[in-house]
């Protein structure tokens, strides 16, 4: 009896395969993510839960920065690279002012490299979180997001401790930095690093071997070597395929050949590579950042004192703007956290010796004539900056990969053209090759791990 | 004095390049369109330069190039910051490659080797067409079609040459110079 | 990015009741538009805040969705009211999480004193500083 029916069953399947039709489905996942991602259109061809094709829309968050680095002058280009990856603002600052430099051809001192490249890996730490963090998220892992945020808050109050924001910091200069870092950065930045290591090790053992999260992250969204060096792929993406190329140790910048740190290497190319690259990275960084704050030659020495004379800021400003310049002229101003670290004292250490390019301490502004016209030159419009014409490529490691940036100049105020070569720009270009073949619900730790960030693919 | 990465390039392909310098260490090549997909190939291919990463591509517009217009104010004031007598320019930039309005540029960089090298091609206005290469290198698809939305220059044998930043609807490329910044094609919503 | 840290647990705008954010229009409330517009993108933020249906509110956050911020270019809208009616403005470029906890306050404020016909109450009178 059941041989009967079983068969029968068999014969109805058959004849109903037969008949059933498939088609593919069009499926617009569009520029309104609810994911945290930003905005972006991909448009696939379905096959069942199978993507076929996918055609990806980018452009929604295009805020013309090349058009904007035109108009502005190349100090006031700083807060819209500030803006570009918005996860890793001080490396787009980094860059940017490198690659001026290079162009102006000024060399910055040791202690300016070594504050840069502190607060560049303080930055590629929290842009890391932020990415393994919301990639976390999606897949279902709430809770590693909420630690990531965490430990990114104690590392955002780190940053705004130095620079003042904790987010669009602007604090590079072309020839320096805007300040020095304050006295007591060391405690708060161990602190600071305690609490992330302990954020990175409870993210490690909530997910690194669970099952749910190895199942979806391993095997999906593959890429091999040859094609990302052929869409020019770069960062830990590129590395999660095998291919050991860094730009902090191939083409070292700053002071990065005289630290010491290891660059994790993936093999298989997929997004359970990525996730464990980036997750060593973030220990890498720290390691750099320790290793740089012992080896930073020492900050300056204060003014004394007894013959300098510490005056309010706000004193020494009214004072100079009635003419009365001779009883400040032996002072330092006592300012507040965030201009700590700009007066005269400090300067010689996070500024390169230029009265073209940076603007003199304080003291010398309101103190005494030659630096107020320095500033006043360096500030009015149609003087300022002026690299003299050339054209010049710099490549810094963002935290998505090569950030290379390439200025020319005419001469003028401000700069002829600008153009950032967008890391993730590569890597969404070959979105399609990642996500065919894959099935939809695959699209999902793919995309998280590619960390697209808006600001920088659209610009 | 040029360095042996230019001479690779310029002794091989006598004809194709018209000038080159290493401004602040960067080598580059002036070269002319038609040769462009030979030297790329070349610059991929040959094993003294394994070029396989197309880092970047981008164009210039040099229609304003040394004219910028001086500030009203103060401008007459005759005090410029020059470069510099201190820092001495040995090997000063020689100009815009050409006479023509815009020039692509091409950065390649070799895994191998660890060399990068720059690739300028001039371009005319009223020609504004190059070779594709993206079945050189699979990068260049995206990079290009940012190229023709910005400034407008088509590349012959690109699969999808189609806007990537802006919408559809945008009439001009907005990085040429003389599109002005603030001029809105809003979709949707008053003009300003 | 300031949203995200806003709704995470050091600043947490769960407990002002905003924490679940939606994924769909038609369940939402309160529209937060985070981040510069562009005019690509303008049509589709248009057409998000038609499918929410009523009683809806606008919440422009950051100063490019307030007024454009320093993108006065071809590509940015100047300001969302130009396209969206607005009820709240959350300037900051990006704003700290106090300002868009402040802002939310500001919003549940302003939503309870409003009628339940949609009628607004009168804003409050501004002090005459010129009448000295």
């Excluded at chain 3, 500001?106 to 009448?131: C, F, Y």
């Amino acid at each position: 009896m059941t041989a009967d029916l079983e068969s029968k069953v068999d014969e109805t399947a058959e004849s109903g395969a037969a008949e059933l039709e498939t088609r593919d489905m069009m499926l617009n996942i569009g520029p309104a993510h609810p994911a945290m991602h930003g905005i972006i259109r991909i448009v696939t061809k379905l096959d069942g839960e199978q993507i076929e094709d996918t055609d990806v829309e980018i452009g929604y968050l295009h805020r013309g920065f090349e058009k904007m680095a035109e108009v502005v002058d190349y100090n006031g280009v700083i807060p819209y690279t500030d803006r570009l990856n918005y996860v890793s603002p001080l490396i787009n600052n980094m860059g940017y002012c490198m690659t001026v430099e290079k162009l102006i051809g000024i060399e910055v001192p040791e202690r300016c490299h070594y504050v840069r490249v502190i607060m560049s890996e303080i930055s590629r730490i929290s842009d890391h979180l932020t990415c393994v963090g919301a990639t976390a998220m999606e897949l279902g892992a709430f809770t590693v997001f909420l630690y990531m945020i965490k430990a990114r808050e104690y590392l955002w109050e780190l940053i705004e401790k130095v620079t003042g924001a904790r987010l669009t910091i602007s604090y590079c200069r072309v020839g320096g930095v805007k300040a020095d870092l304050p006295d007591d950065f060391a405690e708060p930045c161990a602190k600071a690093f305690e609490e992330t290591r302990k954020v990175i090790s409870e993210s490690d053992g909530l997910l690194t071997r669970n099952r749910i999260f190895v199942d979806r992250v391993t095997g999906t969204g593959v890429i091999s070597a040859e094609d990302a060096i052929s869409y020019g792929i770069t960062g830990p993406f590129l590395r999660s395929t095998g291919v050991d190329y860094d730009v902090r140790k191939d083409c070292p910048y700053a002071v990065y050949d005289r630290l010491e740190f290891d660059v994790p290497v993936g093999s298989q190319g997929d997004n359970m590579d990525r996730y464990l690259v980036r997750m060593e990275e973030m220990e890498q960084s720290m390691r750099i950042v320790e290793a740089a704050l012992r080896d930073m030659p020492a900050g300056p020495v204060q003014v004394n004192p007894e013959t300098g004379r510490p005056i309010p800021a706000s004193e020494m400003v009214d004072l100079a703007k009635v003419g009365d310049i001779y009883s400040i002229s032996g002072s330092c101003a006592v300012t507040g956290p965030t201009l700590e670290g700009s007066g005269r004292a400090q300067h010689s250490s996070i500024a390169a010796d230029e009265k073209r390019t940076f603007l003199p301490p304080k003291e010398d502004t309101y103190g005494n004539i030659e630096g107020l016209m320095n500033h006043f030159k360096l500030v009015m419009h149609g003087h300022g900056v002026r690299p003299p014409r050339g054209e010049v490529y710099f490549p810094v490691e963002g935290a998505n990969g090569e950030l290379g940036f390439y200025v020319v100049s005419d001469g003028a105020g401000s700069a002829y053209r600008v153009r950032v070569r967008p890391p993730c720009f590569a890597i969404m270009s070959a979105l399609p090759k990642l996500l065919n073949g894959d099935m939809l619900a695959d699209m999902v730790p793919t995309f998280g791990s590619v960390n697209m960030i808006g600001g920088e693919l659209d610009r | 004095m040029k360095s042996t990465l230019i001479e690779l390039v310029t002794d091989r392909f006598v004809a194709a390049a018209s000038g080159s310098h290493a401004y602040r260490g960067d080598e580059t090549v002036v070269l002319r369109k038609e040769f462009l997909r030979e030297v790329a190939a070349f610059l991929r291919d040959d094993p003294a330069l394994q070029m396989n990463f197309l880092m970047d591509l981008t164009a210039v517009d040099y229609l304003t190039f040394g004219k910028s217009p001086t500030p009203a104010f103060f401008a007459s004031s005759g005090v410029a910051v020059k470069p510099s007598s201190q820092i001495p320019d040995e090997d000063p930039w020689p100009g815009p490659p050409s006479e023509a309005r815009f020039a692509v540029m091409y950065h390649f960089y070799s895994l191998q080797h660890k060399h990068r090298l720059r690739l300028v091609v001039p371009v005319e206005e009223a020609d504004a067409e190059l070779d594709s290469l993206v079945s050189l290198w699979a990068g260049a698809e995206w990079l290009e079609r940012e190229v023709w939305d910005m400034y407008g220059i088509r590349f012959q044998g690109h699969p999808n040459l189609k806007r990537i930043l802006m919408y559809e609807e945008f009439e001009g490329h907005p990085l040429r110079k003389d599109y002005p910044v603030n001029k809105r094609q809003p979709l949707i919503g008053p003009v300003n | 990015m300031e949203y995200m840290a806003t709704a995470c647990s050091h600043y947490d705008v769960d407990r002002f009741g905003a924490g679940l954010p939606r994924f769909s229009p038609r369940q939402a409330d309160v529209l937060f538009v985070v981040g510069t517009i562009s005019h690509k993108m303008a049509p589709v933020l248009e057409r998000i805040h038609d499918q929410m249906s009523e009683p809806k509110w606008v919440v422009a956050f950051g100063v490019c969705t307030c007024t454009g911020g320093f993108y006065d270019n071809y590509a940015t809208v100047m300001g969302i009211d130009t396209i969206l009616p607005v009820d709240v403005y959350i300037p900051g470029c990006p704003p700290r999480p106090e300002m868009v906890l402040d802002g939310l306050m500001k919003l549940q404020d302003k939503i309870q004193d409003q009628h339940t016909s949609g009628r607004r109450a009168e804003p409050e009178p501004r002090p005459d500083v010129l009448a000295k």
